[in-house]
């Protein structure tokens, strides 16, 4: 066998074409059949690609000059022979083409790195890349125009290549055809042996905590009549090696593309290591260590340090850059009149953009927690932005109410966003992002998700700040006021004028964020009339999270509503308290059946991809599990909520620890940090594996064609996968609270 199939991929059939055991070394062409056109992804909407007969052109559409790069990425997806081989295909450049840089036409890149030109027999290279100023390497057009192959290098051991992109380089009347896209390969006996993969938790096993292992395998397929029935493994520990007998899986994981085995432990504090032994040809042993301790310190710094990482992203006064960003005391009304102060908050994510949904989903995750659990959240928290005798977490909040009450305009409907017209540049220190910052239009979402953070605010603070507290109540209820003159869905447009302003948040149904509003308002009010408009819409609601398997995020907000009914139940009528327990219990249900069932421990379908923030949904549904068992008293869910744990930590394909500490994420996105405004904090989590949406984000040629559970990178460019942000820092913080709690 040449081809190694152990770790099988979606398009393995492919290559299976070569199956008999060809001679070494000989020639076989694999053609590139991409099956989209290239994506323009810096979207500089100038230049437009063309399917051709046996290719693609791409040509300028619009006036004069185009003295600009763009960026087009082809999906090609192709698994490849092991050996020798090389990207190739023919570049012909219309004569009315006027290269502005040199004679530069396109820098080539595959699966997201620089090609190199391929070597011929006797080392020379095929085609020499001319080097621009800032180092990237150019195919350049020959002085007469002529037809040229190019041939570029893929490594010997690459068994796929993913993407091919390129960058255009400037021109007057940019036209060029790449035809006969292929890659020529001399496939040879693949002997090489892939090392077991066994991942645990960097982080450990808190004492209490459900001990778990997940190996993936090598040389091992599963199903196969020659493959073998059980593993022997090693596992040594305080009181010496003990073999240990392991059945092996009968499928394979989609999400990983891998056949793995999930182990359970429950072993006495200590240090252990498992040892995996290799499994037939083509596999090596490999070993993974862990600690199992007797105390519960190193969760509890997890939880602290998730907690103190919202200081870091706190703008304003009270925060780590008091000076920077002043232009927020007159944010300009978007086509509008005046300026408004919308200083303080925290920034959204590893941007410094204010987004008014996200913001409110944050602080309300915190807001229910502490309405439902508030024992859970007594605990210390440093560094902390405005300190006051009040317990920690409010002080953590309040900051983020403060800036969210700005978001209001006079007649009560909120503000979407307030952001710059163009992203800041990620090396941009926040005292050096002056550009100006926007009040984007008035939305339903946001109004609604204000109206909810606001009332549920109000509550929280009634003990502590009775005037807060009447400022919040009032400002939520202005915004339900609005929402009742505004009944239909208002939303704001993806772009202005081709400006992003920011990220979009943007949502085409508001009915939930309705929901919410009107349950946190009867949190609040307590009165029948605001219970019964509540209880009004439970049944619709419940069906909706029914049909949409219990989607929680910043865009699905019905679960927040059932937990702000929740920490009223007393008061609810009896059909009401148990359509609100049926739903809160019917999630946690689900998502622990799908855990059980899931090879990865995770509560999802095995098939279902992995949506950016994908650390932050699980997160989320770890604090529903430990929050439910915290109100019911059902410590199956406690047990669903620690089983999860050690995915953050390292349990997953990657062995990432997604966790920003010494064994974790080292390259966030994230402005302050990759400017040098300050150190890495520890405690931030990323936003982790993105499987469906990778929007433009630049380093998705490394990552696109990996199963779903591999596609994250540890990159500062990486945005879709490697950003921080509010939405799941709070889940993940609260997760952990509990966590601490549940012991
Ligand atoms: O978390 C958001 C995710 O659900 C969206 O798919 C994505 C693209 O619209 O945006 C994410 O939010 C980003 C926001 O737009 C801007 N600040 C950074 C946020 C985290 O990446």
């Given at each position: 066998m040449?081809?190694?199939?152990?770790r099988v991929?979606?398009?393995a059939?492919?290559?299976?074409?070569?199956?008999?055991?060809a001679?070494?070394?000989?020639?076989v062409?694999?053609?590139?059949d991409?099956?989209?056109?290239p994506?323009?992804?810096w979207?500089?909407?100038?230049?437009?690609?063309e399917?051709?007969?046996?290719?693609l052109?791409?040509?300028?559409?619009?006036?004069?000059?185009?003295?600009?790069?763009?960026?087009?990425?082809?999906?090609?997806?192709?698994?490849?022979?092991y050996g020798?081989?090389?990207?190739s295909?023919?570049v012909?450049?219309?004569?009315?083409?006027?290269?502005?840089?040199?004679?530069?036409?396109?820098?080539p890149?595959?699966?997201?790195?620089?090609?190199?030109?391929?070597?011929?027999?006797?080392?020379?290279?095929?085609?020499?890349?001319?080097?621009a100023?800032?180092?990237?390497?150019?195919i350049?057009?020959?002085?007469?125009?002529?037809d040229?192959?190019?041939?570029l290098?893929i490594?010997?051991?690459e068994t796929?290549?993913s993407?091919f992109?390129f960058?255009?380089?400037?021109?007057?009347?940019?036209?060029?055809?790449?035809t006969?896209?292929?890659?020529?390969a001399?496939?040879e006996d693949d002997?090489r042996?892939?090392a077991?993969n066994?991942?645990?938790?960097?982080?450990?096993?808190?004492?209490?905590?459900?001990?778990?292992?997940?190996?993936?395998?090598?040389?091992?397929?599963?199903?196969?009549?020659?493959s073998p029935?059980t593993?022997?493994?090693?596992?040594?520990?305080?009181?010496?090696?003990?073999?240990?007998?392991v059945a092996?899986?009968?499928r394979?994981?989609?999400a990983s593309?891998?056949a793995?085995?999930?182990?359970m432990f429950d072993?006495?504090?200590?240090?252990?290591?498992?040892?995996?032994p290799?499994?037939?040809?083509?596999?090596?042993p490999?070993?993974?260590?862990?600690?199992?301790w007797?105390?519960?310190?190193?969760?509890?710094q997890?939880?602290?340090?998730?907690?103190g990482?919202?200081?870091w992203?706190?703008?304003?006064?009270?925060?780590p850059f008091?000076?920077?960003?002043l232009?927020?005391?007159?944010?300009r009304?978007f086509?509008?009149?005046?300026?408004r102060?919308?200083?303080?908050?925290?920034?959204?994510?590893?941007?410094?953009?204010?987004?008014?949904v996200?913001?409110?989903?944050?602080?309300?995750?915190?807001?229910?927690?502490?309405?439902?659990?508030s024992?859970?959240?007594?605990?210390?928290?440093?560094p902390?932005?405005?300190?006051?005798?009040?317990p920690?977490?409010?002080?953590?909040?309040?900051?983020?109410?403060?800036?969210?009450?700005?978001?209001?305009?006079p007649?009560g409907?909120?503000?979407?966003?307030?952001?710059?017209?163009?992203?800041?540049?990620l090396?941009?220190?926040?005292?050096?992002?002056?550009?100006?910052?926007?009040?984007?239009?008035?939305?339903?979402?946001?109004?609604?998700d204000f109206?909810?953070?606001?009332?549920?605010?109000?509550?929280?603070?009634?003990p502590y700040?009775?005037?807060?507290?009447?400022?919040?109540?009032?400002?939520?209820?202005?915004?339900?006021?609005?929402?009742?003159?505004n009944?239909?869905l208002?939303m704001?447009?993806?772009?202005?004028?081709?400006?992003?302003?920011?990220?979009?948040?943007?949502?085409?149904?508001?009915s939930?964020?309705?929901?919410?509003?009107l349950?946190?308002?009867?949190?609040l009010?307590?009165?029948?009339e605001?219970?019964?408009?509540?209880?009004a819409?439970?049944?619709?609601?419940r069906?909706?999270?029914n049909?949409?398997?219990?989607?929680?995020?910043?865009?699905?907000?019905?679960?927040?509503?059932?937990?702000a009914?929740?920490s009223?139940?007393?008061?609810?009528?009896?059909?009401?308290?148990?359509?609100?327990?049926?739903t809160?219990?019917?999630?946690?249900?689900?998502?622990?059946?799908?855990?059980?069932?899931?090879q990865?421990?995770?509560p999802?379908?095995?098939?279902?991809?992995?949506?950016?923030?994908?650390?932050g949904?699980?997160?989320?549904?770890?604090?529903?599990w430990?929050?439910?068992?915290?109100?019911?008293?059902?410590?199956?869910?406690?047990?669903?909520?620690?089983?999860?744990?050690?995915?953050f930590h390292?349990?997953?394909?990657?062995?990432?620890?997604?966790?920003?500490?010494?064994?974790?994420?080292?390259?966030?996105?994230?402005?302050?940090?990759?400017?040098g405004?300050f150190?890495?904090p520890p405690?931030?989590?990323?936003?982790?594996?993105?499987s469906i949406d990778?929007?433009?984000?630049?380093?998705?040629?490394?990552?696109?064609?990996?199963?779903?559970l591999?596609?994250?990178?540890?990159?500062?460019?990486?945005?879709?996968?490697?950003?921080?942000?509010?939405?799941?820092?709070?889940?993940?913080?609260?997760y952990?609270s509990?966590?601490v709690?549940?012991?």
């Amino acid at each position: 066998m040449f081809f190694n199939f152990t770790r099988v991929h979606g398009l393995a059939a492919v290559v299976m074409l070569i199956t008999a055991p060809a001679l070494a070394q000989e020639r076989v062409e694999i053609p590139l059949d991409f099956a989209d056109l290239p994506a323009d992804l810096w979207s500089k909407d100038r230049l437009t690609p063309e399917r051709i007969e046996g290719g693609l052109r791409l040509y300028d559409v619009g006036e004069g000059a185009f003295n600009d790069a763009s960026f087009w990425q082809i999906t090609v997806a192709q698994d490849l022979p092991y050996g020798r081989k090389m990207l190739s295909f023919d570049v012909t450049v219309a004569p009315d083409h006027q290269p502005l840089w040199g004679t530069h036409l396109l820098q080539p890149i595959i699966d997201g790195q620089e090609a190199s030109p391929a070597l011929g027999e006797d080392g020379t290279p095929s085609v020499t890349l001319s080097i621009a100023e800032d180092g990237k390497g150019f195919i350049t057009i020959p002085q007469d125009y002529s037809d040229q192959t190019i041939t570029l290098d893929i490594p010997k051991s690459e068994t796929r290549i993913s993407t091919f992109a390129f960058m255009t380089a400037g021109a007057i009347g940019y036209d060029m055809t790449l035809t006969d896209i292929k890659v020529v390969a001399w496939p040879e006996d693949d002997t090489r042996t892939f090392a077991q993969n066994p991942v645990t938790s960097s982080l450990g096993f808190p004492t209490g905590h459900p001990q778990s292992i997940i190996v993936e395998w090598s040389g091992f397929e599963p199903g196969s009549p020659d493959s073998p029935d059980t593993a022997d493994l090693t596992l040594t520990g305080p009181d010496g090696p003990e073999n240990i007998v392991v059945a092996l899986p009968r499928r394979l994981s989609a999400a990983s593309e891998s056949a793995v085995s999930r182990l359970m432990f429950d072993l006495e504090p200590g240090d252990y290591t498992l040892a995996v032994p290799a499994l037939g040809a083509g596999s090596a042993p490999a070993e993974v260590a862990f600690t199992v301790w007797d105390d519960l310190a190193a969760l509890t710094q997890m939880r602290d340090e998730a907690w103190g990482a919202f200081y870091w992203i706190t703008s304003g006064p009270i925060g780590p850059f008091p000076d920077a960003h002043l232009q927020d005391t007159a944010a300009r009304v978007f086509r509008g009149e005046g300026t408004r102060d919308i200083t303080g908050g925290w920034y959204d994510a590893g941007d410094y953009g204010k987004y008014s949904v996200n913001g409110a989903w944050a602080a309300a995750l915190m807001l229910l927690t502490g309405l439902n659990a508030s024992e859970t959240l007594d605990h210390g928290i440093t560094p902390l932005a405005g300190d006051t005798d009040r317990p920690d977490w409010i002080d953590v909040v309040v900051a983020q109410l403060d800036w969210l009450v700005k978001m209001q305009g006079p007649d009560g409907g909120v503000n979407h966003k307030v952001t710059t017209r163009d992203w800041p540049r990620l090396d941009i220190r926040p005292e050096e992002d002056t550009a100006v910052k926007f009040l984007m239009p008035v939305s339903s979402t946001a109004t609604a998700d204000f109206a909810a953070a606001m009332a549920l605010g109000a509550k929280v603070l009634q003990p502590y700040d009775a005037d807060r507290a009447t400022q919040f109540e009032n400002a939520a209820a202005l915004a339900l006021a609005w929402l009742d003159a505004n009944p239909d869905l208002v939303m704001i447009e993806p772009t202005y004028d081709g400006y992003q302003y920011g990220g979009p948040y943007t949502d085409d149904d508001d009915s939930d964020e309705r929901f919410f509003a009107l349950a946190a308002w009867a949190a609040l009010q307590q009165s029948p009339e605001t219970i019964a408009a509540a209880e009004a819409e439970l049944q619709t609601r419940r069906d909706v999270l029914n049909a949409s398997d219990n989607d929680t995020y910043w865009g699905k907000v019905d679960l927040l509503g059932m937990w702000a009914l929740k920490s009223i139940e007393s008061q609810l009528t009896e059909d009401g308290a148990a359509q609100v327990n049926s739903t809160l219990r019917s999630a946690a249900h689900k998502w622990s059946v799908l855990q059980q069932r899931s090879q990865w421990l995770l509560p999802m379908e095995d098939t279902q991809g992995f949506p950016w923030g994908s650390n932050g949904a699980l997160a989320t549904i770890g604090w529903h599990w430990m929050m439910w068992a915290h109100v019911d008293g059902d410590q199956k869910y406690a047990d669903a909520g620690r089983t999860l744990l050690p995915y953050f930590h390292g349990r997953n394909p990657l062995g990432q620890t997604y966790v920003t500490n010494a064994a974790g994420v080292r390259n966030p996105h994230l402005r302050p940090h990759v400017s040098g405004a300050f150190d890495l904090p520890p405690g931030f989590i990323a936003g982790g594996a993105n499987s469906i949406d990778l929007a433009g984000d630049p380093t998705s040629g490394a990552i696109l064609g990996q199963p779903p559970l591999r596609m994250f990178v540890d990159h500062k460019d990486s945005y879709a996968t490697n950003e921080v942000a509010i939405n799941w820092q709070a889940a993940w913080s609260l997760y952990a609270s509990f966590l601490v709690a549940a012991e």
